[in-house]
């Protein structure tokens, strides 16, 4: 797939894609267009001072052009619905989700090269995409997989760091912490202190953000051995690709497992840039804060119960259900209990989102593997049911703009079913998955030169006073 010229062509793209099927024509379409190049750093050299250019020309052609008006409902909202910033690795539409460059995650399934025919795509691939707009072959995939095994080693003064916190903490905590620690790597830090013209700026944050990805889930997964398995460490193999030697490193080697944690990290890689994890990423990025510090802050952002951690509170809310009422619960049960916990104040975790307004793909792609793979599994069964229920209650409770289901809501049920039942443990699973986008989105915003982020803030009597002279 071609990488995206302009905004406009971005915009014709979109439009040419929602109003055609995946079909063999569109397929064809996008694989004429991949590469044979297994340097991934050098295409990217090639393709940045086209995409640098570009930006300029936006810039200079169109930069007074009005995207839209400011409301104060905006303001005092939390900037829903606001457009005030540039991500280019994917794009969020209310109505039919996620894309990756342009591709939608049926399409991406299609598309991106697997562990083995009619499997699940490897991260390695949606890694390549989001950095370089092209689809990968299976070639560069391996490649690109042997890139990061190379370059996974995690110093022994992470791990340091990691011990000197309370078994107890948090795992999001200990995950923050090691990435911090990782920061003493950082090849960004050490260029820029030797100095370096701003249009390098790009391949030092490409080496930490590779690095970075690469070594994410061995920190991960001494967490969870650290907290979870008495701190019996399984070690990496280097025959896997990156999803699979994740679960490994766990300790889940079910090639089930390994399909669903190649799915996990590929749909939960990257939501566009509004997002509190990759906006706070884009923020301390803007700083010229390297990869690691841009990181451990989205991580922090992550851990919040409104973001990341909602997938926590999805199994917990429903063993709590299943504790209540049991695995037989009826459809009038679950109505009830749903009931309960509205009225009590609290939402209905894994429902809801503050840009769709119709089911989340990464719901249903997830929804999908579990028919294929547990259909009969009592939490999946329940989690169908729930599909049923819940929608109809927040449409008839009237203050949700989406009653759909959002990512959170199935993959807990997923994990717990291959035997990764910690649920504090989840949003790590998460985090490491949004290194990817993350990391690639980094890149390009050193490469295009994106400047330091500075919105203006109001107060409330300023807001009084300009709607009283507006009026």
Known sequence: MVFFRSVAALSKLRSRLAHQSTSLGSIRWLQVQSTSDLDLHAQLKDMIPEQQECLKKLKAEHGKVQLG???????????RGMTGLLWETSLLDPDEGIRFRGLSIPECQKLLPAASPGGEPLPEGLLWLLLTGKVPNKEQVN????????????????????????????PMTQFASGVMALQVESEFQKAYEKGMPKTKFWEPTYEDSMNLIARLPTVASYVYRRIYKDGQIIPANSSLD????????????????LELMRLYVT?????????????????????????????AAALNGLAGPLHGLANQ???????????ECGEDITTDQLKDYVWKTLKS??????YGHGV???????????REFALKHLPDDPFFKLVSKLYEVVPPILTELGKVKNPWPNVDAHS?????????????????????SRSIGIGSQLIWDRALGLPLERPKSVTMDWLRTYCTKAT
């Open 345 to 350: 104040g609290k939402v209905v975790p894994g």
């Open 242 to 257: 990156y999803a699979a030697n994740f679960s490994h490193m766990l300790g889940f080697d079910d090639p089930k497992m």
């Open 313 to 323: 509170e999805v199994l917990l809310w429903i063993e709590s259900l299943v504790k």
């Open 267 to 295: 749909i939960h890689s990257d939501h566009e840039g509004g997002n509190v994890s990759a906006h706070t990423a884009h923020l301390v990025g803007s700083a010229l804060s390297d990869p690691y510090l841009s990181f």
């Open 69 to 79: 008006n400011i409301t104060v409902d905006m303001v005092i909202s939390g900037m």
């Open 412 to 432: 807990g049920v997923l994990l717990k079913y291959f035997g990764l039942s910690e649920a504090r443990y989840f949003t790590v699973l998460f985090g490491v």
């Open 143 to 170: 490649g690109l997989s042997a890139e990061l095994q190379s370059r996974a080693k995690v110093p022994e003064h992470v791990f340091r760091a990691i011990d000197a916190l309370p078994v107890t903490a948090h």
């Open 356 to 366: 769709l307004r119709k089911t989340d793909p990464r719901y249903t792609c997830q």
